[in-house]
């Protein structure tokens, strides 16, 4: 499957991911993130369900705070 993430082109073997998957394969580990999948916001309770299929623009943004 061929996606665009954070506009890289990226390929996986799998056909489809959810956001979790995606998390997990790239290491994404910050707390903060926004994730939007073709330019719909998806929510942090729906990262178990949301599929990512083949064409997708993915954006994975983390959050940072400060003062």
């Known amino acids: 499957m061929k996606i ?8 996986f ?3 489809s991911l959810t956001v979790r998957e995606l998390l997990k394969v790239k290491n994404f580990t910050f707390k903060m993130l926004v994730i939007k999948i073709n330019g719909r916001l998806v929510n942090k ?3 178990e369900t ?5 064409g997708d623009e993915v954006h994975v943004l983390h959050l940072i705070s400060g003062g």
């Open 4 to 11: 665009t993430l954070n506009n890289n082109q990226e390929i």
């Open 13 to 15: 073997k799998q056909e």
């Open 45 to 47: 309770t729906d990262y």
């Open 50 to 54: 949301a599929q990512i299929h083949e």
